[in-house]
């Protein structure tokens, strides 16, 4: 009996180690092997992440590891068709969030009886707050959910937060009654909205703005991870990647500037906002429906706090020599099992935060004791941070394209308003004037992708045509001209008005608005190079550990240029003692303004070559299972 019960032990362990569980959906693969071995605890740990997580470590990398054979590539997830559905959400988020985006200033002072100022205040810092939450959601993404959760779970916040502004609307009784357009014998009715009716606004809207904050930190590095940047053949695609990554989310703001505001126009708010709600919904499912071939990653603790323990490493060794040889700072070369590793190479920028990864027994660790965090950090922790520190010059230097765009999203649309909006019998609203820029970019970006980058990349030699600081500086260089631009179209309109003795007249300019066009599709070129560019550049340079945090750093670009809008404003009008002080455009000195956006443009392109000048690549080398040496891949 104990020969059998042995003999049936024996079979039933050869059997676990020569098999490979599979969930039902037939993509998540376990090795059994990995989760009984005893001797080997980390393979242990990496069988319990599975029934912790419901993934194994290697699915969330997207690599595929056998304890025998070695690293392979799981050929059933990642790749294009699961970024399809990255698109999707993409699309439909952007859909609601840029149709809002763009109208709610009529909402705000046609139903809810706010000033004009505080309409246009409460638009800004609805979107200015929207873009710099992408810090607090990068940060949750990368500390503690994977992308792929941080979507889902932001993604219903947002939808909450549209199902609210969507109650508001359709019941009288949670808003004021609307001032415009009201009749004089219900003037009286007209009143400002109390602080319950204000509450239950901004509670909508922030709670929108938290969800597509996470939602925008997320979902470019979860559509990037499904292409592995160190294989030679999938490398290339991150880039087009991206480029499509803005073509959905072109897309979805052309339906956004035409279907949904009509409907606002037309239908009502309500509808409107129920609109929004729904396309949010089918966001996340469509993401959710690709969930089974994701690549999904691994949270790798908090970046920020990993960059606090070099900089106080750092200062606790402040009387140490920095070490010349690299050997003699601290590194791990063997790291967790399963895994390939990201080691970063040693710079010589910066060489005072070397000094956190010295080993010395004046700090109190050794190379034979496990090192204590907040006195030595490695290498890569250095050069992390080193990378950080790096990347703020070029955020720095880019904001101020975005102040111009706010320009083009404020005194343009005024603009729009002055002149004749007719297309073939049909009156063009304010808010769908920006469409005019989405649809250069729709037919723009399929011919970069398709013309220009293969032309660039047999010339360069680059994967990707050419490099993203190039591309972002192409960008800067445009959007310096569309100022320009600008300026010269404003000069014409205010011609026109004079030349009809209509300066002071409120009907339509006899001057078309798709003057406008030039100022826009120009624009438009700029916004592909540049805020694709960023994207692409922080998340190409940062760590494995901070993919969602750096890509929500070029978005706060966005955001610092929203709220310097308003700065930039305040300060010309004193300095320039009111070039656009009055509600008529056509008595205010526009065109000027515009052309002093394009001079500070230009000095701030000179202040971008600078820091891109002064930039460093990161160097990487891989070290996979069991080595202590890696390749150098150079500069990225």
Known sequence: MQQLSQLIKSSYTHWLLHSSVYKASGFTRLNTTLQLSEKKKTEGKIGLAFWVTGESSQHRMGICRDAKTGPRREAMTGGTRAAIFVYAMEGLENMAYVANAVSLVTYFYGYMNFSLTKSATTLTNFMGTSLLLTLLGGFICDTYLSRFKTCVLFGCIELVGYALLTVQAHFSQLRPFPCKNVARDKMDQCEAADSGQVAILFTGLYLVALGTSGVKAALPALGADQFDEKDPKEAPLISTFFNWFLFSLTVGAIFGVTFVVWISSNQGWDLAFGVSTLVVLFSIIFLCMGKSVYRHNAPKGSPILRIVQVFVAAIRNRALPVPEKSEELHEIHDKEVGMENEILARTDQFRFLDRAAIVSTASGTSPSITPRPWRMCTVTQVEETKILIRMLPIILSTFFMNTCLAQLQTFSIQQSTTMDRNLLGFQVPGPSIPLIPLLFMFILIPIYERIFVPLARKVTGIPTGIRHLQRIAIGLVLSTISMAVAGV????????????????????????????????????????????????????????????????????????????????????????????????????????????????????????????????????????????????????
């Open 489 to 636: 179209v404003e000069t014409r309109r205010k011609s026109a008005a004079i030349q009809h003795n209509m300066v002071d007249s409120p009907d339509p300019l006899p001057i078309s608005v798709f003057w406008l066009g030039f100022q826009y599709a120009i624009f438009g070129a700029a916004d592909m190079f540049t805020l694709v560019g960023l994207l692409e550049f922080f998340y190409a340079e940062s760590s494995l550990g901070m993919k969602s945090l750096s890509t929500a750093i070029a978005w706060c670009s966005v955001a610092f240029g929203y709220f310097t809008s308003t700065i930039v404003v305040e300060v010309v009008n004193r300095v320039s003692g009111g070039w656009l002080a009055s509600n008529n455009l056509n008595r205010d000195k526009l065109n000027y303004f515009y052309w002093l956006l394009a001079g500070l443009s230009v000095v701030n392109f000179g202040v971008y070559l600078v820091c891109a000048s002064w930039y460093r690549y990161k160097k990487v080398e891989v070290k996979q299972l069991g080595s202590s040496a890696g390749d150098d891949e150079g500069k990225a």
